[in-house]
């Protein structure tokens, strides 16, 4: 059984920017979000994933990924998934050993920039560099299958 590890933290200036190792685009929809898992399709460069993940909330969470074939990945977004499709770049950004994913969203969540880091175990203590804002692990609506639902435009203007 595959178990992700993560915490979700905001931004408070772009100062990692400067420390980006590469940067990957990434297309995503969801076919289901329960109160139990998320189904998801993504697509990135030429490859293409279902994901399944459960709803539980905090650091730790079951996840299972598997490699399908990209035309059947663009058909399942464009026609099968809810939406609006979450769109976003994933910037690589390496400080202090610790590998940190940037997600900056477009469309309809643009302006929100989340970083996350993945731990081998629960309670790994890592350091965590100036350009790092509020913790926001807890919070779903950071949680890119109620940001499908319920996008950062309609929340921070309402």
């Given at each position: 059984?595959?178990?992700?590890?993560?915490?979700?933290?905001?931004?408070?200036?772009?100062?990692?920017r400067?420390?980006?190792?590469?940067?990957?685009?990434?297309?995503?929809?969801?076919?289901?979000?329960l109160a139990t898992s998320s189904i998801r399709v993504?697509?990135?460069?030429?490859?293409?994933w279902l994901n399944i993940k459960s709803a539980t909330?905090?650091?730790?969470?079951?996840?299972?990924?598997?490699e399908i074939p990209l035309p059947d990945a663009e058909e399942i977004i464009n026609?099968?998934?809810?939406?609006?499709?979450?769109?976003?770049?994933?910037?690589?950004?390496?400080?202090?050993?610790?590998?940190?994913?940037?997600?900056?969203f477009e469309g309809c969540n643009k302006g929100l920039v989340v970083a996350e880091i993945e731990l081998s175990e629960i309670g790994k203590p890592f350091s965590k560099p100036q350009w790092l804002?509020?913790?926001?692990?807890q919070d779903l609506r950071?949680?890119?299958?109620?940001?499908?639902?319920?996008p950062y435009l309609e929340w921070i203007d309402g």
């Open positions: 059984m595959a178990i992700e590890i993560e915490h979700k933290f905001l931004l408070t200036n772009e100062d990692w400067e420390q980006v190792s590469h940067a990957v685009k990434y297309r995503q929809g969801y076919l289901s979000s993504r697509i990135s460069d030429n490859h293409a909330i905090g650091t730790q969470r079951h996840e299972f990924e598997y026609n099968l998934c809810g939406k609006p499709i979450i769109e976003k770049t994933r910037y690589i950004v390496i400080d202090d050993d610790n590998t940190w994913e940037i997600d900056e804002g509020k913790e926001v692990t950071y949680y890119n299958n109620n940001l499908a639902k319920h």
